[in-house]
């Protein structure tokens, strides 16, 4: 793991299309029935309704294997983002979305949220 000063470092001498940043997001999402839902995501860190949901860490967080399913009411929910710009086991995170999938549990197909 590179300290602050040395990806400081490594930034200034990259191109600005390649510096390494993190951003984080939140927001709302509506949940439009009671149940079971599964969440998925290639981002760092997903947190809902206040709790660590989805923690890919420093693992490749392409094809994430941390999904989880919570009981949800009917409702607005809020949503939290870690998103970090990096390179783990050679996957770039700049090829791909930083999106959080949800599914009923039962169904097949996953679905973006829709943050307000």
Known sequence: MRDLGTLEKFNKNMPDSLKFFAAEAEGWFKVPETGVYRFNSDTDC?????????????????????????????????????????????????????????????????QSIKVY
């Open 46 to 110: 997903v947190w809902i309704d206040g709790e660590l949901a989805i923690d890919n860490g420093s693992e490749v967080k392409r094809f994430s294997r941390h999904d989880i399913e919570l009981a949800l009411e009917k409702g607005l929910h809020k949503v939290k983002v870690l998103y970090i710009y990096n390179v783990v086991g050679g996957w770039n995170s700049l090829r791909y979305k930083p999106d959080v999938m949800i599914r009923r549990s039962e169904d097949a197909k996953w």
